[in-house]
C-alpha cells in the first residue's frame, strides 16, 4: 500500500500521477489510488513476456498523457519503463527494494543490464544500494538511498477497536495475539513461521496466531496449517486492503523472514505500536535497533524467537515499551511526510529545466 499512502501526501497541485499497473488480478490499490487522485490504467499481461510485449502501448500512453517523468517499482516493469524511457525520451526512476542475488537469474540479468537506462535509481536501504554496486561494476546511473516510510497519524493504535477483529476471529478476549502480514513467498519462510507458532502454542496456553495476506504458497501453508492441526490457532484472513485493525489487534509481530529489502508492513506494525520479533534479515536490522525497537535473531537461529515471544508475552509491560520504542522510532526516521518530500525534491531536480519548473 505504499503507493497510495504516498499519493495520499504528495502535491497534487504541482504533480499529476499515473499509476500503470499489468497484472490485472493485482487490482487491490486501484480504488485507494483513485480516490486520492490518481489516475490508473492496466494493461492486461498475463506473465513478465506479456509485459514486455506492451512497451509500444505504453510509450504511445506516456505521449498522449505528456507524462514528463516515470517512475518504477519491482523488476519487469522496470525493464519495461526502462526501454519506454528510451522510446520516448522520458526520464526513467527506478526503486529497487530487493537485494539482486535474490532474484531469478533471468529476472537479474536483464535487470543489471538494463539498468544504466535509469536517470536515477532509488534503494530502500543500505543493504539493497550495496548489491547493486556489487553486481554491476560499471554502473553509470547514480544511486540514492530513501527509506520507506508510513503515515504515522494513517497508522495510529488509537483509531481502532481491537475487539473487533478478535469477535472477526473468534478469538477470546484476554488471548494473546501474535501476527504478521506477509506475501506468501519462500522469503518469508512462513513454513517455519507456523512452526515457531505451534512450539509457542506448547507453552503457551491462550496464544493465537494471524497471518493475513496471500501469494504463491497460499495452498501448501493451508495444508502446513492443516498438518500442525491448528487451523482454530493460526487465523488466516486472506488478502486485505486494509491491514490497521489487524495490527491494533496484535500484540507481538513476528516475522522469520529469510531476506528483505525494507518491509513496508514493518513499518507500519511498528507505527501500530506492536512489540516486534524478527530475524535480522536485510533492512530489517537498519530498522529495528536490538533491544531498543524490538528484539532480532540471526536469519540463521530463527528458533529463538520461541523465547522472545515466551518472555514478551509474559510480561505486558515490556511490550507496552518496546511498542512505544517501536513507534517514536518510525516517527523520528521513517515517517511518510519525509519520504514525500525527498521523492518530490528528487522529481523537481530530475525535471529541471522541463517547462513545468523552468
Known amino acids: 500500500m505504499l503507493l497510495p499512502e504516498t499519493l495520499r501526501q504528495h502535491d497534487k497541485d504541482t504533480f499529476e500521477f499515473y499509476y500503470i499497473y499489468f497484472l490485472p488480478w493485482k487490482n487491490q490499490m486501484v480504488e485507494s489510488i483513485e480516490r486520492n487522485g490518481g489516475i490508473v490504467k492496466c494493461f492486461s499481461s498475463q506473465n513478465n513476456f506479456q509485459l514486455l510485449l506492451k512497451i509500444w502501448a505504453v ?37 529497487e ?81 501474535i501476527g504478521t502480514i506477509a506475501v506468501f513467498r519462500l522469503q518469508k519462510r512462513l513454513d517455519l513461521w507456523m512452526d515457531i507458532a505451534n512450539k509457542i502454542i506448547q507453552q503457551i496456553r ?88 524490538g528484539i532480532l535473531c540471526s536469519v540463521d537461529e530463527p528458533e529463538k524467537l520461541i523465547d522472545f515471544a515466551l518472555a514478551l508475552g509474559a510480561n505486558k509491560m515490556m511490550r507496552d515499551r518496546f511498542g512505544e520504542m517501536a513507534r517514536k522510532r518510525v516517527i523520528e526516521t521513517f515517517s511518510m511526510v519525509t519520504l514525500v518530500q525527498e521523492l518530490e525534491a528528487l522529481y523537481k531536480e530530475r525535471l529541471t529545466g522541463s517547462d513545468l519548473f523552468s
Open 206 to 293: 491462550d496464544v493465537h496466531f494471524v497471518i493475513v495476506g496471500n501469494g504463491p504458497l497460499k495452498e501448501s501453508l493451508w495444508r502446513k496449517r492443516k498438518e500442525l492441526g491448528l487451523q482454530g490457532r493460526i487465523h488466516m484472513p486472506g488478502l486485505e486492503t486494509d491491514v490497521r485493525p489487524y495490527l491494533a489487534s496484535f500484540d507481538i509481530y513476528m516475522m522469520t523472514s529469510l531476506f528483505e529489502g525494507l518491509p513496508i508492513a514493518l513499518l507500519e506494525a511498528m507505527a501500530m505500536e506492536c512489540a516486534v520479533i524478527a530475524t535480522d534479515a536485510g533492512g530489517i536490522k537498519e530498522v529495528i535497533r536490538n533491544e531498543s525497537d
Open 59 to 95: 510509450a504511445k500512453y506516456v505521449r498522449e498523457k505528456k507524462i514528463r517523468l516515470i517512475h518504477a517499482h519491482l523488476p519487469w516493469a522496470g525493464i519495461l519503463a526502462r526501454i519506454v524511457g528510451k522510446i520516448s525520451g522520458v526520464p526513467v526512476i527506478y526503486t
Open 97 to 177: 527494494h530487493n537485494k539482486q542475488e535474490r532474484y531469478h537469474q533471468a529476472t537479474r540479468f536483464v535487470n543489471l543490464f538494463t539498468l544504466n537506462w535509469c536517470t536515477q535509481i532509488i534503494a530502500v536501504s543500505s543493504d539493497v544500494a550495496d548489491s547493486i554496486h556489487k553486481h554491476k561494476s560499471r554502473l553509470k546511473a547514480p544511486v540514492r538511498i530513501i527509506l520507506n516510510g508510513v503515515n504515522t497519524e494513517h497508522f495510529s493504535r488509537q483509531n481502532f477497536n481491537a475487539i473487533d477483529i478478535r469477535s472477526q476471529l473468534k478469538i477470546p478476549k484476554n488471548a494473546l495475539i
